[in-house]
T-cell receptor, first 112, second 119 residues
Framework: SQQGEEDPQALSIQEGENATMNCSYK?????LQWYRQNSGRGLVHLILIRSNEREKHSGRLRVTLDTSKKSSSLLITASRAADTASYFC????????????FGAGTRLFVKA | GAVVSQHPSRVICKSGTSVKIECRSLDFQATTMFWYRQFPKQSLMLMAT?????????EQGVEKDKFLINHASLTLSTLTVTSAHPEDSSFYICSARGPGAGSYNSPLHFGNGTRLTVT
């Protein structure tokens, strides 16, 4: 089952612009993760933010988490054509063997 | 570190045959692996949780007799699609938590996926 909803579903921006993707979820979580997927490939982990954290940075990536609103955002600053990919949020909770459930994803296209 | 290898990357098979997909953790031990299925331009749907030395836990709606999972060692899980039909055509991806990941606060490491086409 899926629990995350992401918006936008698709995003097209120019190189150098910032890209913001949002994720909402339904149940309580232990952490929220963001992954990137290039077409036809596996997923690559970007950032994990724990439920007691509010913001986290990694290079050009900034992730926020608002557990009261059950939402998270991923900001990619100064985007590059190579950032073109699908981005998924995923949540892990206390039940079901700590399985990870993925959101619907945002397809990002960065134009050079 | 934390490399997951999945084979084959692509497979085409005839309807009614079975296909085995392997998922290996190359440089760490994975007591738990996860199998996902992904349709074009859609998200990952968790199929089952593979536990080393015990039976897999399947998600609701996933036929355990059709999608056989075996996790015989700490570094290998296999998914066998039995009596495949065209509707089983999809992208299958395995994943495992990284080394020392006794808890849920560790990210997943993914294989590169297997594109299955059933003709």
């Amino acid at each position: 089952s899926q629990q995350g909803e992401e918006d936008p579903q698709a995003l097209s921006i120019q190189e150098g612009e910032n890209a913001t993707m949002n994720c909402s979820y339904k149940t309580s979580i232990n952490n929220l993760q963001w992954y990137r997927q290039n077409s036809g490939r596996g997923l690559v982990h970007l950032i994990l933010i724990r439920s007691n954290e509010r913001e986290k940075h990694s290079g050009r990536l900034r992730v926020t988490l608002d557990t009261s609103k059950k939402s998270s955002s991923l900001l990619i600053t100064a985007s590059r054509a190579a950032d073109t990919a699908s981005y998924f949020c995923a949540t892990s909770g206390n039940t079901g063997g700590f399985k990870t459930i993925f959101g619907a994803g945002t397809r990002l296209f960065v134009k050079a | 570190g934390a490399v997951v290898s999945q084979h084959p990357s692509r497979v085409i098979c005839k309807s009614g045959t079975s296909v085995k997909i392997e998922c290996r953790s190359l440089d760490f031990q994975a007591t738990t692996m996860f199998w996902y299925r992904q349709f074009p331009k859609q998200s990952l749907m968790l199929m089952a949780t593979s536990n080393e030395g015990s039976k897999a836990t399947y998600e609701q709606g996933v036929e355990k007799d059709k999608f056989l999972i075996n996790h015989a060692s700490l570094t290998l899980s296999t998914l066998t699609v039995t009596s495949a039909h065209p509707e089983d055509s999809s992208f299958y991806i395995c994943s495992a938590r990284g080394p020392g990941a006794g808890s849920y606060n560790s990210p997943l490491h993914f294989g590169n996926g297997t594109r299955l086409t059933v003709t």
